[in-house]
């Protein structure tokens, strides 16, 4: 009877000691791998800022030479892209030294010089322009050596009135354009002339403009002396046809 008591303790003391062995701290063992991304600084990648400026067509007009006295050069500004470029526009006011008499260019040009409507300060402005070969002409037929510089001839109509008024000059008018529109077209070119905030005239003329093939316009107007200094400016104009 003692032998079971014994053995029913003992029994009891291995069912604790077993109990206290499961309840005690769980050791770590292995645990997961953890995956450590390494951060990086920030980059920081230089960026050059580049203004673009926008090409504006060079209107402003360019005189590469200037040779002579009282050439004024006018601004212009290019409305549509494929008008041409205005390379060059000079305004020479006074292509003689002197003066013409009344009486040769009545004879030279007699609508304009006999015209009393002719001239800017009339009620409706009214000018008129010559062609260089027209102009070449008047100098061969009026001039002693067929230019400029050289004196004009005696002509029998100017005796005893060449020095009466009005007296006259020639404004000599150079354009040089340089296409810009990719196919051929035609287009109607016209010098403006502005006196006083005005048109005063306009000389339009017809051209085919092909890139790359520059175009001179050259043209004289007959003006009367005292009228000369009233042209402020000119201004060209495209229309496309």
């Given amino acids: 009877m003692m032998k079971k008591k014994y053995l029913i303790v003992i029994l009891l003391l291995s069912g604790v000691i077993f109990a206290a062995g499961c309840t005690g701290p769980v050791s770590p063992g292995n645990t997961g791998t953890e995956t450590t991304v390494p951060v990086s600084p920030v980059s920081t990648v230089p960026v050059t800022t580049s203004a673009t400026q926008e ?12 040779p002579e006295v009282g ?26 030294v002197n003066p013409l008499p009344n009486c040769l260019m009545k004879d030279a040009f007699p609508s304009q010089a006999n015209d009393t409507g002719y001239g800017i300060t009339q009620v409706k402005p ?37 020095t009466a008024e009005p007296t006259w000059n020639f404004m000599e008018l150079r354009i040089v354009l340089d296409p810009t529109n990719f196919s051929p077209a035609n287009y109607t070119v016209t010098p403006n002339m502005w006196s006083d905030g005005k048109i005063v005239a306009q000389f339009p003329t017809s051209q085919r403009l092909v890139i790359g093939e520059k175009v001179i316009l050259t043209s ?22």
Avoid at 130 to 137: L, R
Avoid at 151 to 158: A, D, F, I, M, P
Avoid at 220 to 241: G, M, Q, S
């Fill in 220 to 241: 004289y107007i007959p003006i009367r002396t005292d009228e000369i200094d009233l042209i402020d400016t000119v201004a060209v104009t495209y229309t496309r046809l």
């Fill in 126 to 162: 009214y000018l008129y322009a010559i062609s260089e070969d027209e102009y070449e002409h008047f100098l061969m037929k009026y001039t002693e050596g067929g230019t400029e510089n050289n004196r004009l001839k005696t002509l029998g109509v100017c005796q005893g009135s060449a």
């Fill in 55 to 66: 090409t504006i067509p060079d209107d402003t007009i360019s005189s590469p030479s200037l």
């Fill in 71 to 96: 050439i004024t050069t006018v601004a212009t500004t290019r409305i549509a892209s494929d008008n041409p470029y205005l390379e060059y526009l000079n305004i020479r006011k006074r292509t003689f």
